[in-house]
């Protein structure tokens, strides 16, 4: 069947202690913790707390992992959506699918909405050639733009958006009062990919010859995403080959493997430092 989930609700399990590196995106967020936790702080000052904060970074360097966090470390409940299965899967129901999300999020507030690759549909209207022109991705893309103007600032609905494309999202997303706050996400240096391994291992059986501080200086432009990876396939090569706990050479033989992936996905590896 095609009756594919892309909206879910739940509570997020994932707190800070999962998101390794990315300390200034960290303190950007918990700021936001924060107006879910304690809306009365700020709205007994005359503030409006934001609607909309918008993720920007690189594929795999943790938007969701982060905007999963926010709401895990504010015990709130998570619904999500991705923009592009939304266009691609849902013709004629775009709209009202939206519509859905935020009554939905909106009956359960305080609450997250997350939309990841929002620039799916958030492509800029005049952008599109007329082979690319979509009046369903159109209609979602107004009808969240309606939603985002329709809920007061202190409903306790936020939602966070994803997007490694800010330079094509429609400038209408990013008024005042939409998603007016951005938080960058970049790839992490030597320093975070080391954290992030640390993460990674945490429930792995490691042989004592593994060497962290190797394994991020041999990982330079590798995401958050690609050393989860790593990871797992070091996990997998060890079973395979019927070891009892995973050694250094597991993971460099991971390493070479996801480094052949990349390639193969044609993505240039850049070292950052
Ligand atoms: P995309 O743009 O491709 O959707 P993303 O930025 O949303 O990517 P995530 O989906 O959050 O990236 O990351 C994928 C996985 O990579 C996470 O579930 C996590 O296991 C790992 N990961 C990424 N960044 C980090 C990080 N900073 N700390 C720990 N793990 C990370």
Do not use: W
């Amino acid at each position: 069947t095609n009756a594919r989930i892309l909206e879910t609700e739940g509570k997020s399990a994932v707190t800070f202690k999962d998101v390794a590196g990315l300390k200034e995106a960290k303190v950007e967020v918990m700021e936001v913790v924060d107006f879910l936790k304690n809306p009365e702080i700020y709205t007994k000052l005359g503030a409006k707390i934001p609607k909309g904060v918008m993720l920007v970074g690189p594929p795999g360097t943790g938007k969701t992992l982060i905007a999963k966090a926010v709401a895990g470390e504010a015990k709130v409940p998570f619904f999500s959506m991705s923009g592009s299965e939304f266009v691609e899967m849902f013709v004629g129901v775009g709209a009202s699918r939206v519509r859905d999300l935020f009554k939905q999020a909106k009956s359960k507030a305080p609450s997250i909405i997350f939309i990841d690759e929002i620039d799916a549909v958030g492509r800029s209207r005049g952008k599109v050639n007329a082979f690319q022109a979509n009046d369903e991705r159109e209609s979602t893309l107004n009808q969240l733009l309606t939603e985002l103007d329709g809920f007061g600032p202190n409903t306790g609905v936020i939602v966070i958006a994803a997007t490694n494309r800010p330079d094509v999202l429609d400038k209408a997303l990013l008024r005042p009062g939409r998603f007016d706050r951005h938080i960058y996400l970049e790839l992490p240096n030597k320093t975070e990919r080391e954290e992030i391994f640390k993460v990674h291992i945490r429930q792995l059986k490691l042989a004592k010859d593994i060497d962290i501080n190797s394994l991020a200086a041999l990982s330079p432009g590798f995401s958050g995403a690609d050393i989860a990876n790593i990871c797992n396939e070091a996990a997998l090569i060890a079973a395979r080959h019927k070891k009892q706990l995973i050694k250094q050479s597991d993971f460099m033989e991971a390493r070479d493997r996801v480094i052949g992936g990349l390639e193969r996905k044609s993505k240039i590896i850049s070292p950052k430092e």
